[in-house]
């Protein structure tokens, strides 16, 4: 199978190519490296095993005559900083609903018609039943980040009722792991490094959201792809309950040792505008697939956390 994978030298992106790579897929990479990391991915570059091009999705007519000789795309390139979109309010708009529209269009273009996309659960808004399941509508993002993923849900329909492609979208709860870049655990460990008497943490500790470690969301993407054959298919990926920022706070602080730090609530029952601060899925529909997760929530919330000081301490 030849296949290209838009951010893959990204977090998730990089734990999918290892697995691409290890089934003996030939793996096409793009990624400008905004926020992925060359270092990720070197060496599968290095031995040979995929081809990596640096290249601005933004740019459609540097992205198609890269799409010929490809099976299937995995489309993973996109702004993952939530709280951006408060800030640059164009950011999601062109990082992630641009950049899927030029994706689309350059596979249309190339002949090429299956494809796996990442959105997010921040698409179900506020106030939904949880745990969510991937029929509860209608959706009304509240942040720019969710409004591109669910503007890229629709497109990708789009092309599949108009064009005839497959699509795979699946609804990521947080996704942790090895070479995480950003996200709570990673903002909790730099913090203690910088100050391990003092944690800060946004919001008042009580937001409570569902992790997934990041080798269960790799592996039930190509689990579910696997096991489905419907033009569009729409998957959650999480895990079975929730962890508390609080218990999230008191967990590394444990694990970096800094036992004597005292957290400090900003306030509020959320991060930052646009969070959404309950958080949790439903993967009845993942499960009915045969498929389990290894890690739940706090577990994987603690392995994060151990390999994060590891890599960010440097220990
Ligand atoms: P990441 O930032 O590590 O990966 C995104 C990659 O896309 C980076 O390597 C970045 O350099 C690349 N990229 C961004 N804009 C680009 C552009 N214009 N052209 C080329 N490359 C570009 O983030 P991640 O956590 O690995 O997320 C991967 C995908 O999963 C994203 O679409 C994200 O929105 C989605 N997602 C992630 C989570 C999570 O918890 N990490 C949750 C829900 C959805």
Redesign the pocket.
């Known amino acids: 199978m030849r296949v290209m994978v838009?951010?893959?030298?990204?977090?998730?992106?990089s734990h999918l190519i290892d697995r691409l790579v290890s089934r003996g897929d030939e793996v096409t990479v793009?990624?400008?490296?905004?926020?992925?990391v060359f270092d990720f991915i070197r060496k599968h570059v290095d031995d040979g095993s995929i081809i990596f091009h640096n290249?601005?999705?933004?740019n459609l007519s540097d992205l198609k005559p890269l799409m010929h000789e490809i099976d299937m795309v995995y489309h993973?390139?996109?702004?993952?900083d939530i709280r951006l979109g408060t800030k640059i309010t164009d950011t999601d708009l062109n990082?992630g609903t641009i950049?899927t529209y030029n994706v689309l269009e350059a596979m249309r273009l190339a002949g090429v018609s299956k494809i796996a996309f990442?959105?997010?659960?921040v698409v179900y808004g506020e106030g939904a039943p949880m745990p969510t399941p991937e029929t509860h509508g209608p959706c009304i993002p509240i942040s720019l980040?969710g409004a591109s993923?669910q503007g890229g849900e629709g497109l990708i329909g789009s092309w599949v009722g108009t064009f005839g492609f497959q699509a795979w979208v699946f609804r990521?709860?947080?996704?942790?792991g090895r070479r995480g870049?950003?996200?709570v655990i990673f903002d909790f460990i730099h913090k203690l490094k910088s100050d391990p008497n003092r944690l800060e943490v946004l919001g008042n500790g009580l937001q409570e959201k569902s992790y997934m470690e990041v080798g269960d969301c790799v592996d039930a993407i190509l689990h579910v792809i696997e096991s489905t054959n419907q033009p569009f298919n729409l998957y959650n990926l999480g895990s079975n309950d929730t962890c508390s920022v609080r218990r999230i706070a008191e967990i590394v602080i444990e694990e970096t040792g800094c036992k004597g730090a005292s957290i400090e609530y900003t306030g509020g029952d959320r991060g930052w505008a646009g969070d959404i601060p309950k958080a949790r899925l439903s993967i009845d529909r993942l499960k009915q697939l045969g498929f389990s997760v290894k890690y739940e929530s706090e577990d994987a919330v603690a392995y994060t956390t151990r390999a994060l000081i590891k890599e960010i301490m440097g220990e």
């Open positions: 838009t951010g893959g030298a990204g977090f998730i992106g793009v990624d400008n490296l905004s926020s992925g290249i601005d999705l933004k993973l390139a996109a702004n993952a990082e950049v990442s959105s997010s659960s980040y993923k990521f709860a947080n996704i942790i870049t950003h996200g």
